[in-house]
């Protein structure tokens, strides 16, 4: 599970972010074999979609108001969301197998839904 969100002094110390950006990096690696017609369509729009998560994590992290850090996460599931979607639509144009990246992108998922529940339940 996640750390206490008290014992955390910057958003890298969330296990959350890492995760978010581990994908972000397989995200690269993988659009990097994409067809050269693709480095402004599918490849850009994947490439974003999955650098918004972590970026969020981060930016909710460093709002003061529990309402604030949630609209982030729910940014950032939003982002999730839509990568699910490009690596689906990756696999189906036989760009490669999407598998490794959903396995990982399903961990992010199950950790920032978490996040968020702990968010809305704190105090402050």
Not at 17 to 28: I, P, Q, T
Not at 30 to 56: C, D, H, W
């Amino acid at each position: 599970m996640q750390p206490d969100r008290a014992s955390a002094k910057t958003f890298r110390d969330l296990v959350v972010w890492g995760k978010a950006h581990e994908f972000v990096l397989s995200v690269y690696r993988f659009t990097a074999a994409f067809p050269k017609q693709e480095t402004y369509g599918l490849a850009s729009q994947m490439r974003r979609a999955a650098v918004s998560i972590p970026a969020n994590i981060a930016e909710g992290f460093g709002k003061r108001g529990k309402a604030d850090k949630a609209r982030f996460m729910n940014i950032a599931e939003g982002s999730l969301e839509e990568s699910r979607y490009y690596l689906i639509l990756a696999e189906d144009l036989g760009y490669g197998s999407s598998a490794p990246l959903t396995k990982s992108l399903e961990e992010v998922s199950r950790l920032l839904g978490a996040y968020t529940r702990a968010i809305l339940a704190s105090a402050s």
